[in-house]
């Protein structure tokens, strides 16, 4: 080879790579993004995979009672497909476009809450799971996709086993409990005072809705998130019965409500042994 064209080699193997080619002309493989469990953060679902799943490398995320629960965006992206397919294949289902040829899909949802064109980020919810599509039982179909071929999953990091049914805990947008007071009380109601509790293992807040003249109480965690523990909230409205609800639960106890116009309240709740009690009081 004359050292013309030897240079001439060794400067396009260093410049086309920058552009994202090989000397062969075809596109380097994009760095994945950081693919998340798509259910919020610290709940656990089964990720099943299996020899003969069509398409191949596709996940089937598994829990009890997974209809109806929200369905969040992997990684952040714009929302390239949102079809439904009726009683067959993927039912109702949604594609996101992560960048660099990656995209993912999420199928045999029961609602869909996202349009074409729509930029969503980590965490954003897109829809709800369900069973809609060829299916047998409820369950979420999500595939990680390279340039339209489907890829072995990884989550968070974690490569998922091939073949076999392997427990992932989401890490999706973890930034504490993902429930609020206002959520778990229901609309109309406004927080009026809270408590955080010891050892910042969670929150107990009163709630009151000016319409209806109810007390609502709830006590959020904040440790051990999406994992049943001994958590309580409580309320007692003066001259009445107290009213607990008290148990192992993985985000929450509550909501406990009671009405009071004009009638001091006592109220509080724990997680594990870190408690709180108010005295009377709010009694406007």
């Not at 006590?219 to 607990?244: C, H, I, N, Y």
């Amino acid at each position: 080879m004359s050292r013309l064209r030897r240079f001439a080699v060794l400067a396009a193997a260093a410049v086309l790579p920058a552009l994202g080619l090989t000397l062969a002309g075809t596109t380097q493989a994009s760095a994945a993004p950081n693919f998340q469990v798509p259910f919020k953060c610290g709940v656990t679902v089964t990720a099943a995979t299996f020899s003969g799943h069509s398409p191949a490398n596709s996940v089937d995320f598994q829990k009890s009672g997974i209809t109806g629960m929200a369905v969040l965006a992997s990684a952040g992206g714009t929302v390239t497909r949102v079809a439904n397919e009726g009683s067959t294949s993927y039912g109702r289902w949604v594609e996101i476009d992560h960048g660099g040829g990656w995209r993912t899909r999420y199928a045999h949802l029961s609602t869909q809450s996202v349009s074409v064109g729509q930029a969503v980020s980590l965490g954003k919810q897109i829809g709800t799971a369900g069973a809609t599509g060829g299916v047998t039982g409820p369950h979420l179909h999500f595939e990680e996709r390279l340039n339209g071929v489907v890829q072995k999953a990884v989550l968070n990091g974690v490569a998922v086993p091939y073949y076999g049914h392997t427990n992932f805990t989401s890490k999706n947008s973890c930034s504490g409990n993902p429930y609020e007071a206002t959520e778990v009380c229901g609309s109309g109601f406004s927080v009026v005072d809270s408590q955080g509790l010891a050892n910042g293992s969670g929150t107990a807040y009163l709630l009151y809705n000016s319409s209806t003249k109810a007390n609502c109480v709830t006590t959020l965690k904040a440790v051990s998130l999406g994992t049943a523990s001994p958590v309580s909230a409580f309320l007692e409205v003066q001259g009445s019965a107290r009213v607990t609800d008290s148990g192992s639960f993985t985000y929450y106890a509550g909501p406990v409500k009671k009405t009071a116009a004009a009638t001091c309240v006592k109220w509080g709740g724990s997680v594990g042994s870190n408690a709180y009690e108010s005295p009377f009081e709010h009694c406007g």
